[in-house]
Structure formats: structure tokens, C-alpha cells
């Protein structure tokens, strides 16, 4: 089995209100892909990500650490989520992005993660 990194990402302007009939909807689809993950023995982690708001980026220069709030790229979309997951191959793994919901409003951006 290989593992591989799901990184989640929609426009965030488009993104359910909370408490609103819309984001229970996405919860709960959300919540029917995570149980279908776990009975396939797929899933490994995953969580969701707070609002770009409470983003930051951090590099360092010469040994200098510079802190920049956030997202890395200015106007790029809302990384909402992530998922680790174990897959036998490509095609499967491309199979589970596809069931994603983020895949249906957004994008499922697939890293196949390097074991050392």
C-alpha cells in the first residue's frame, strides 16, 4: 500500500454559512465519505482547516524567520481539509479523490507521500 496526501481546496467565498442547511448538508456528506473510507480500511488521517483568516506562512532568510499572515499564495484557493490515506495504486487513489466532496465544488489535489 502506498499513502497518499488529499489536500482540499474551494473557493472560500463560495463556502457554507455557518448554521446553515448548506454546511450541514456538506457535513454530513463529508461524514458518509469518512465512514466509507474507514470501511475500506483506507483512511488514516484527516481533518478540516480553519478560514484562510487564521492562516500564516513562515520562511527564513539568512537565518531570519519572517512570519506573513495568510495563505503562501495571495488569491489562491482555501485549503479546507486534508486527508491521509492508504491506496494500492494510483487508480484507487484517484477513485477516493473523486468521491471526495471538495472534488465537486473545489479541487482534491493528490500527493503520493515519499516513505523513508
Request: charged share 20%; proline share 8%.
Amino acid at each position: 500500500m502506498a499513502r497518499y496526501i488529499f489536500l482540499q481546496y474551494v473557493d472560500e467565498s463560495q463556502a457554507p454559512r455557518p448554521g446553515s442547511p448548506e454546511l450541514q448538508t456538506q457535513i454530513d456528506a463529508f461524514a458518509t465519505y469518512l465512514d466509507e473510507l474507514k470501511a475500506a480500511g483506507a483512511f488514516k488521517d484527516g481533518d478540516p482547516c480553519q478560514p484562510t483568516s487564521a492562516t500564516f506562512s513562515v520562511t527564513v532568510r539568512d537565518g531570519q524567520a519572517k512570519t506573513t499572515d495568510g495563505p503562501m499564495h495571495a488569491g489562491s484557493p482555501w485549503l479546507n481539509g486534508y486527508f491521509v490515506l492508504d491506496c494500492k495504486d494510483r487508480a484507487e487513489a484517484a477513485a477516493w479523490a473523486a468521491k471526495n466532496p471538495a472534488a465537486h465544488v473545489g479541487t482534491v489535489e493528490v500527493h503520493p507521500i515519499l516513505s523513508l
